[in-house]
Nanobody
Framework: QVQLVESGGGLVQAGGSLRLSCQAS????????MGWYRQAAGKQRELVAG???????NYADSVKGRFTISRDNAKNTVSLQMNSLKPEDTAVYYC????????????????WGKGTLITVSS
């Protein structure tokens, strides 16, 4: 069984910074993609940023230039550095690991963390 545990959420003032981290654990052989999604109250979950195993990244237009995603393949971790935060960034942020291959299940599976709340005050 694979678990994703997020850390780093909290309350921050507009213009401030936060760093989210996510640790994937379990009998992991490889992870194809990792990323961060968010869901604001009353809205659908949306992709914030993603990163492939090779390091290719993609970002939502709303966060380009402000957020930076990174990952450590050896440690199965992914991080999101968030700068110049805005009130509209307030949401629950979820870590995602896609195409996870484990020693007990060789077919890639998608996993989610439980989410961490970020509140940006104006």
């Amino acid at each position: 069984q694979v678990q994703l545990v997020e850390s780093g959420g909290g309350l921050v003032q507009a213009g401030g910074s936060l760093r989210l981290s996510c640790q994937a654990s379990g009998s992991i052989i490889s992870i194809n993609s990792m990323g961060w999604y968010r869901q604001a109250a009353g809205k659908q979950r949306e992709l914030v940023a993603g990163i492939s195993s090779g390091g290719s990244t993609n970002y939502a237009d709303s966060v380009k230039g402000r957020f930076t995603i990174s990952r450590d393949n050896a440690k199965n971790t992914v991080s999101l550095q968030m700068n110049s935060l805005k009130p509209e960034d307030t949401a629950v942020y979820y870590c995602n690991a896609g195409g996870v291959v484990t020693s007990s299940f060789l077919k890639g599976v998608n996993y989610w963390g439980k989410g961490t709340l970020i509140t940006v005050s104006s």
